[in-house]
Every structure is written in structure tokens, then in C-alpha cells.
Nanobody
């Protein structure tokens, strides 16, 4: 059974940086795309970044130029480097691993809090 474990969240001051990691355990065949989402209190979950099998990276406009997504399929991990953090980046962040259109996995979520 595949499980995703996120790490690296926490409390940081405005302008600071954090690096989130997402590690997949279990036997995985054919990793497709990785996604990072976030959900702030009272708001809908939004897609922050994704990276395709070919390494193409896509970002939400709100994080473009500040966040960078990485993947390492050999170690079954993905990461989200977050720089120049702002209070509006405060949210629970989730990673998603897409294997196919009928198989995907989610992390448990990790809190990121940016103080003023």
C-alpha cells in the first residue's frame, strides 16, 4: 500500500523560506505527476504547483517566482521550495501523487504558518 508522508512545515516569518518534502512509501509503478495543493481556513483547496513526468513545472499565479517544485522518482519524493513567504501563504499543504487516472495518493497535510 502506498503512503505519502509530508515534512518540513512550520512557522516562519514573512520573507522567510521553507522546504516541504513528500515521500512515498510502498511499491510504485510508473509515477506520473506530482502536485502540491494548499487549503487556508475558510477557503477551498487550491492547486499550488505541479510537475509532469517530463519535468515541466506549472505554478499558480500567486506563487510564481517564489515557489519551486522538484521531483526525484528514484527516491519517490517530491519537494516544494517556498521562498519569500507571505502571510497569505499560510495554509495546510498537501501533496498528491498521480499514478494514473484511476490511481492517486494524498499526503496527510502539513501546516505552514507565516507570521507578520
Amino acid at each position: 500500500q502506498v503512503q505519502l508522508v509530508e515534512s518540513g512545515g512550520g512557522l516562519v516569518q514573512t520573507g522567510g523560506s521553507l522546504r516541504l518534502s513528500c515521500a512515498a512509501s510502498g511499491s510504485i509503478r510508473g509515477i506520473n505527476a506530482w502536485y502540491w495543493y494548499r487549503q487556508a481556513p475558510g477557503k477551498q483547496r487550491e492547486l499550488v504547483a505541479d510537475i509532469t513526468p517530463g519535468g515541466i513545472k506549472n505554478y499558480a499565479d500567486s506563487v510564481k517566482g517564489r515557489f519551486t517544485i522538484f521531483r526525484d522518482d528514484a527516491s519517490q519524493t517530491a519537494a516544494l521550495q517556498m521562498d519569500s513567504l507571505q502571510p497569505e501563504d499560510t495554509a495546510v499543504y498537501y501533496c498528491q501523487l498521480l499514478i494514473s487516472s484511476w490511481e492517486d495518493y494524498w499526503g496527510q497535510g502539513i501546516q505552514v504558518t507565516v507570521s507578520t
